[in-house]
């Protein structure tokens, strides 16, 4: 059974930093693409970030310069470290891997995080 689960969640104010893992069992991360989602009340969920297999990067707008993703596959491991939080960032968000397909087909449940003034 896959599983991802994140963690790393929680509150900052504003120009903060977290960093969000999501760590998989069931599923190998390694050779297959890999992403952080988010959505905030009242929005849709939206792509914040991906990872493909060979560690090209992508970004929103908003979160270039911001955000880092990275992988760590021997652990299984994603991580997206939030730099200089804004308001805006405040949202659920999710990891979810692609399994080598063209849609992202695993999701973890979520964590939030929450940014204040």
């Known amino acids: 059974q896959v599983r991802l689960a994140e963690s790393g969640g929680g509150s900052a104010q504003t120009g903060g930093s977290l960093q969000l893992s999501c760590l998989g069992s069931?599923?190998?991360?390694?050779?297959?693409?890999l992403s952080w989602h988010r959505q905030a009340p009242g929005k849709e969920r939206e792509l914040v970030a991906a990872i493909s297999d060979d560690n090209t990067t992508s970004y929103i707008d908003s979160v270039e310069g911001r955000f880092i993703i990275s992988r760590d596959d021997a652990k299984n491991t994603l991580y997206l470290q939030m730099n200089s939080l804004e308001i805006d960032d405040t949202a659920v968000y999710y990891c979810?891997?692609?399994?080598?397909?063209?849609?992202?087909?695993?999701w973890g449940q979520g964590t939030q995080v929450t940014v204040s003034s």
């Open positions: 069931g599923y190998m991360f390694s050779g297959c693409g």
């Open positions: 979810a891997a692609d399994g080598c397909r063209s849609e992202w087909i695993y």
